[in-house]
Nanobody
């Protein structure tokens, strides 16, 4: 089992940056693909980024490609999401998730979820 705790959210002006972190517990963290999702009020949870268990492969939603970078450190059981050039439409609760198979863009494929961290981008 994997427990996930996100941190790093907050309020930032448009054009600014934030770095989200997700700390994982469990000895098998390195065997899980990881993903970041977000959910804005009144909207469905949407895929943001994912990374393979080794960190060798990443995949991004078109809406964040070129602005967000996902990485992981298996020695520290952490994944991060560096968010640059933030826009008001990036405002949402951001969740990290763990997938025991291969990384996916569908939230239904993920096995474990964190509690989320709020990101608010002001215009």
């Amino acid at each position: 089992q994997v427990q996930l705790v996100e941190s790093g959210g907050g309020l930032v002006q448009a054009g600014g940056s934030l770095r989200l972190s997700c700390a994982a517990s469990g000895r098998t963290f390195s065997s899980y693909a990881m993903g970041w999702f977000r959910q804005a009020p009144g909207k469905e949870r949407e895929f943001v980024a994912a990374i393979s268990w080794s960190g060798g492969s990443t995949y991004y939603a078109d809406s964040v490609k070129g602005r967000f970078t996902m990485s992981r450190d298996n020695a520290k059981n952490t994944v991060t999401l560096q968010m640059n050039s933030l826009k008001p439409e990036d405002t949402a609760v951001y969740y990290c998730a763990a997938d025991s198979r291969y990384f996916s863009v569908s939230p239904d494929e993920y096995d474990y979820w964190g509690q989320g961290t709020q990101v608010t981008v002001s215009s």
